[in-house]
Every structure is written in C-alpha cells, then in structure tokens.
C-alpha cells in the first residue's frame, strides 16, 4: 500500500485547510484510514480515523474543529480542518490500518500562524 497525501500549508489562525491522502497498491487490504500528526518536541498523536464502514473517532483536541471523510471509489480520505490554530501546527501524516500490519505515509507540514 502506498499512501500519497497532499494539502498542508500555511494558514492563519482561524482559517481552512483539507487535508488528502490517496491510496495505491493492494487497497483491498485495508479496514481503516486516518491522520496522524507529530509537533517539534512532541509525539505522534491521532487527530482522525475512519473505519471501511463509516466509524470515525478524533482526537479531543480537534473534535468539532475537524471532519474526516472518505471517498471509497477514489480511495482516497480528507481531513477538513476549521478553525485552526496554532497548536494545530505540526506534521500531518496518512496512515493506514491493514490486517497485522500498519502503512505510513510521508508527512505534509500544516501551520498555522497567529
């Protein structure tokens, strides 16, 4: 499985971005898809994951701040960002869950100014 995500930038506080990550290669053997993101100095923590059949969990510090969809025909998963903040800066990354093994992609750097 390979995993292209795309969209990050430079925002300012209170302002939108969507996040994309494409999958390729053997997609059938993933269950769930979702973002990561790791701040300087800090660890990696899940903001969203979407399950094959809908099921979505974020993480508390963006609930009702971020939506994570999915578009099955294009395998491909967004991450809308509202409201954003500065503490939303950070590295984003794609991940994918698969049966006994996990897929990274590379990251895209989200920040947001004061």
């Known amino acids: 499985v390979q995993l292209q995500a795309s969209g990050g930038g430079l925002v300012q506080a209170g302002g939108s971005l969507r996040l994309s990550c494409a999958a390729s290669g053997s997609i059938f053997s993933i269950i769930a898809m979702g973002w990561f993101r790791q701040a300087p100095g800090n660890q990696r923590e899940l903001v969203a994951r979407i399950t094959n059949d809908g099921r979505t969990n974020y993480g508390n510090s963006v609930k009702d701040r971020f939506t994570i969809s999915r578009d099955n025909a294009q395998n491909t998963v967004y991450l809308e960002m509202n409201r954003l903040k500065p503490e939303d800066t950070a590295v984003y990354f794609c991940?994918?869950?698969?049966?006994?093994?996990?897929?990274w992609g590379k990251g895209t750097q989200v920040t947001v100014s004061s």
């Open positions: 991940k994918a869950d698969a049966v006994g093994v996990n897929y």
